[in-house]
């Protein structure tokens, strides 16, 4: 039997403001209206700002890629992550962006990932041995337990033997902060920013302990490189060694402590949620894990997957693909014209704001068949060549598409092995589970799950 998962209720007309202004508070996928998900173009108005959902691939291609240069970020969404996040990759424009990801990409190479990948199997095999441990009928948060293990691996990555350092309190430090920021109604009407946020004070102490340590790690680095040690093979070392190919400049200790900031959150937080509903899904899903255990078996017969399994672990990447097309942790983006613009008829005047939302193109009526079905096979080689571009977007699109996209699939597809050929999961009984967006999208209020040991 097809499984269909959890998702909020659907409104037939928009909500009232202020009740509009709360549901994108608490749960920003919880405002969509049934429309939003039939019809390729919306237009509408919010506190006086006009307001297009671009459902059209087309329109999204307009935004993202043609024009680019006429759409920056969302100024509600700066508001929000740029006192954690500073000016990274994230919240950064123009020629300053530019400029970071020219130095950031040989980061992401090939040569840099196959690294990274051993320590992403070794770390996912004690995950795995550890649950194995468990007593029978024994209960465990898997999306608390993705997010550890997500955590374990970014801190090796970014700080190599640096990572005994309780690097934890960043990770503990970043999930506080994540939770005081959400929309609020001073940032929703565009009011400045001496006007008193709800949490703001809980979400400056939590960025006040997490630059604490992140600066100590960047001056200690430093002092090594001073005393003519290396400045390591680690994502800290090579964002110190970074130089712009145009000037020969460097990163300034600030931009490295925002660039990590930014990694931290787009190399933990995203991926583990990704990984936490392939558990649900999968848990529901007997057929397609059956067909999952059987290709790692297949593959791996037993040994732990590796960086050069990746291209053969076909439809593990499918469950993941399926599961990020389902459930995108990046939910929900938007844009901001500089100046008047037009999509065929369509006027974009400037000062529009353009709301692209994955979670909605994923599970569109027009584009995807049966779009509410977890259904692995939307990934298959051949649909997926059928498939009109910008129609799946979970790492974005154009030149803003996620510089990690290959890190973050690598260890999905790594992780996912390494347990699944392992254990299988199942949802204890009468657990309830709702996906909740704020800055990810998360299962609510966590997966308790029981791990069963596999023959």
């Not at 690598?410 to 299988?424: N, S």
């Amino acid at each position: 039997m097809e499984f269909v998962p959890v998702h909020p209720a659907r409104h037939d007309t928009r909500l009232p403001l202020f009740q509009l202004i709360r549901t994108v508070r608490e749960n920003t996928i919880g405002t969509w209206t049934r429309q939003s998900y039939e019809r390729d173009i919306l237009v509408y108005r919010m506190a006086f700002r006009p307001i297009v959902v671009a459902n059209h691939p087309d329109l999204i291609r307009h935004v993202m890629l043609d024009n680019a240069a006429n759409y920056t970020r969302d100024p509600v969404g700066k508001r929000m992550l740029e006192p954690g996040l500073g000016k990274g990759l994230l919240t950064s424009e123009g020629a300053d962006w530019k400029r970071q990801r020219r130095m950031m990409a040989p980061i992401f190479q090939p040569r840099h990932l196959s690294g990274f990948a051993a320590i992403m199997t070794e770390r996912a095999a004690l995950l795995a041995d550890r649950l194995a441990a468990l007593p029978a009928g024994q209960s465990v948060d898997m999306a608390e337990q993705m997010m550890l293990v997500t955590l374990d691996i970014v801190a090796r990555t970014m700080f190599g033997a640096d990572a005994t350092t309780d690097v934890s309190a960043v990770g503990a430090a970043m999930d506080r902060y994540q939770m005081t920021v959400r929309p609020n109604i001073p940032d929703l009407l565009g009011l400045p920013r001496w006007v008193p946020r709800p949490d703001a004070a809980e979400g400056r102490r939590a960025l006040a302990e997490m630059d604490a340590i992140i600066r100590e790690l960047i001056r200690r680095r430093r002092a090594k490189a001073v005393d003519g040690g290396d400045l390591g093979g680690d994502m800290l070392g090579m964002l110190l060694a970074a130089v712009d190919d145009e000037n020969g400049g460097g990163l300034s200790d600030r931009e490295v402590r925002d660039q990590m900031a930014t990694f931290f959150l787009a190399g933990h937080e995203t991926t583990a949620t990704a990984l936490a509903w392939c558990w649900y899904l999968l848990a529901h899903a007997p057929a397609v894990e059956d067909r999952l255990h059987a290709e790692l078996d297949r593959v791996l017969n037993g040994r732990a997957p590796e960086y050069g399994d990746y291209d053969s672990l076909v439809y593990t990447r499918m469950v993941i693909e399926e599961a990020l097309r389902l459930y995108p942790p990046a939910h929900t983006t938007a844009r901001l014209a500089q100046a008047d613009d037009r999509f065929g008829e369509l006027e974009l005047p400037k000062g529009t704001n353009v709301v692209i939302s994955p979670w909605l193109m994923h599970r569109h009526r027009l584009y995807w068949a049966n779009p509410d079905v977890f259904d692995p096979e939307n990934f298959a080689p051949e649909r997926v060549a059928q498939r009109r571009r910008f129609t799946y977007l979970p790492f974005g699109a154009g030149p803003r598409i996620c510089i990690g996209q290959g890190f973050a699939m690598i260890e999905a597809v790594l992780i996912l092995a390494t347990l699944a050929q392992k254990l299988r999961f199942r949802m204890v009984k009468g657990a309830k589970v709702e996906a909740v967006a704020k800055i990810t999208l998360r299962p609510f209020p966590g997966l308790p799950m029981t791990a069963e040991r596999r023959n």
